[in-house]
């Protein structure tokens, strides 16, 4: 039996985020076939539509984040407005906003109004500190998210400040807890017919994010602390500088540091106790890397990687941007950049989707939909709502 390609078809979502984590999710949704009809603001929308690179005087960070979905303007401030948008949350399977915690209740629109008004529907929402706890109703953006949740403290060198990510980590990583959380509870409702609320914050996405480094503290009462680029669990697993640059070397366990050793060739490596398990390396690191460097050192990034890949040891260059983007297996098998047709800008190039499936491949189904441009069609198929009616609301200010 042939498989339809959209995995999420007839899932609809109703997106009143904006920016970066909601969006983020919601165009993860989108790629995998559900239809996503976003709400935004009339006279201005979606504040990235603002945001730089732009092509055609209109934003690629727009389109990237919000291919394939469709737009419709409500003015949740107008009481026709509020009942619009009730009537669109009873045809929908998912809402998903990013605002912070309480503005849906100002505005009479909170979860438990929606959940009397669809029992159904998953309500998803992404906010600095989470929908509970002392730090709620504050403001959250990534890097709050970062500095809060601990990853500042330990990004960057010795020497540096506490450094932010290179980029917006923290959204990304709450698009993604909350997307895994929607289709988590698509599925309960499977089972319950009953809908529910998932509660995602930057802040706990951050801190879910540092894997073991925390124990160091719960284990050990000591405070993990900046490291530059090695890792705290194991060695060699880091930078080492090379003749034209910078080459990373990962070896996680005995039998990958018994190849290295017998590849690199590097004086008394085999024979030094201090280097003889990964616990006793991790220890020594630092007159290890002194060692590897002297033989990195010598040689030329390319042909570092060559030779050890050869032998089945972990290294590789440090690629900047461009590197990646005219990479062959990156860029182009692996489908990690994407072209679209987008009204306006003619072929334009997007970030591809990471997720990979036999069947049901995600990838944009469409371009970026442009403000309240979809306002007729949506209110006709969902509402039942004429032409002439639309244009009456769109004069009184309710789209």
Known sequence: MKLNPDALLKIRVLDLSRVLAGPYCTMLLADMGAEVIKL??????????????????????????????????????????????????????????????????????????????????????????????????????????????????????????????????????SALFCCIGILAALQIRESTGRGQMVDVALVDSIFASLENIPQKVLIDDEIPTRIGNRYEFVYPYDSFRAADGWVIIGIANDSIWNRFVDTSGIINLADEKRFSTNHRRVENHESLKLLIEGWTSTMKVMDIVSLLNEHRIPACPIYNLRDVLEDPHIAVARGMTVEIDQPGMGRVSLLGNPVKMSETNPSPRGPAPILGGDNDSVLQELLGISKAKTDKLRDEGVL
């Open 40 to 173: 935004e603001v009339p006279n201005g929308g979606d504040d990235s539509r603002e945001f730089p690179p732009f092509k055609e005087g209109e934003s690629i960070y727009y389109v990237n984040l919000n291919r394939g979905k469709r737009s419709i303007t409500i003015n949740l401030k107008h009481p026709e407005g509020k009942h619009l948008f009730l009537d669109l949350v009873k045809k929908c399977d998912v809402l998903i906003e990013n605002f912070r915690p309480g503005t849906m209740d100002r505005l009479g629109l909170g979860y438990e109004v929606i959940k009397k008004e669809n029992p159904r529907l998953i309500y998803a929402s992404i906010s600095g500190f989470g929908q509970t706890g002392p730090y709620r109703s504050r403001p959250g953006y990534d890097i709050i998210g970062q500095a809060m949740g601990g990853l500042m403290s330990i990004t960057g060198w010795p020497d540096s400040p506490p450094t932010r990510a290179g980029t917006a980590i923290g959204d990304i990583l």
